[in-house]
């Protein structure tokens, strides 16, 4: 019953917009792209290891478009990990989405356990609790630790 | 952008799941994927031995990474996200594999990124620099010389390689959506590689490359159309039709 509600709740919130349109920000979305790089050479490396560093220093430009993208796209591993990167409250629910998503778990579990929020805090110890897939309530009681 | 970087991974990989993924990636998918290669695109000549299971090395390069050049050899290393690709269709990895085995390696050579005549834009810059009062190149391996080789010799090297994926991308179907973040059309990547060299240098920059890859067997097609697209829609017409003529 209680891992129903979870299911409930986590369907809820999840429910977003599905396409995001390019940020009228060139440097953002310049930087939402090099973090998206999938190619992993050195040369490749370092662009894409300025993009996060970039993202969170100019956490007022990049924040509402980071959490948007999160909610309309909740397997991106990539943003899921900067969102959780911010420490703030409000990614919670979205934070929360993406746990649900194989490919963002790990990642969202962590966003969750680096929130300063109690209330994000709760929602893990709920998940270890209460999750449905027990790899995942494993992963959850791990950020607890 | 700064310059300072953070961790690339937040999660961790435990011994047990890297090797949990080194053997699949071994005895499933690497296979898989050369067989589908080999039915689909015969002429590419993949094999096995152009591609090597590092998970770890993977994991450690960052989130999302489907594979990385192994050195100066034409071979790629490829981990979990490869695997999750494969598994869903392995159309979706054979961009980046050539990208990362045929791309850079071809365009300026293999070991060469950065060398003098690798890149045009490299060449160009540094001739300019050396005629300004007070500039002092650095040193060979030096952050400073990293920088400005990254600045000036990436983007041509980039675009190639991307345009080397043109021919090759399969977008996905409805059902494996989760994988949009690491599966995307090659296009619009090109058209932002193109951006920086405009923000850099003078439109006549992108006429010479133009003509370089115009001359260039390896692009062609489809690669030559997302260029030329890339070209109109950052241009005014009359300058898109003088970059193209």
Known sequence: MKRRRLATLLTLVCLAPTSMSTPADSELSRALTAIHLRAGSPPDLRERDRAPAWLLQHEARAFDEVLGRVLAAPDDAVLVDLLGRYRRAEARPALLCAFDSARAQPYAAVGLAQSPDPAARAALVRLAAEHAEPAARSLAAEQLK | ?245
């Open chain 2, 1 to 245: 952008m700064a310059a300072a970087s953070i961790a690339p991974q937040t999660a961790t990989l435990s011994a047990a799941q890297e090797s949990t993924l080194n053997t699949t990636l071994i005895r499933v998918s690497i296979p898989v994927f050369v067989a589908w290669v080999a039915a689909r695109h015969p002429g590419l000549g993949l094999t096995a031995a152009h591609l090597r299971a590092d998970a770890r090395a993977i994991f450690e390069r960052g989130i999302g990474i489907i594979a990385f050049a192994d050195g100066s050899n034409l071979r790629a290393v490829v981990g979990e996200t490869f695997r999750d690709m494969v598994a869903a269709n392995p159309a979706y990895t054979l961009p980046t594999v050539v990208h990362e085995v045929w791309g850079h390696n071809t365009f300026e050579g293999r070991g060469n990124y950065g060398n003098a005549g690798a890149a045009y834009g490299l060449d160009s810059y540094d001739q300019a620099a050396a005629r300004m009062p007070g500039y002092t190149r650095g040193a060979a391996g030096s952050a400073a010389r990293q920088s400005e080789i990254d600045n000036y010799g990436y983007q041509e090297t980039e675009m190639y390689s991307l345009m080397r994926e043109v021919p090759f991308f399969t977008p996905n179907a409805p059902a494996d959506a989760a994988l949009d973040s690491v599966n995307y059309d090659p296009g619009p990547a090109i058209r932002g590689r193109m951006r920086m060299i405009v923000d850099g240098y003078e439109p006549r920059v992108v006429r010479d490359l133009y003509r370089r890859f115009m001359a260039d067997p390896t692009v062609g097609g489809r690669a030559m159309g997302a260029f030329r697209s890339a070209v109109r829609s950052l241009f005014r017409a009359r300058d898109a039709a003088a970059i193209l003529a």
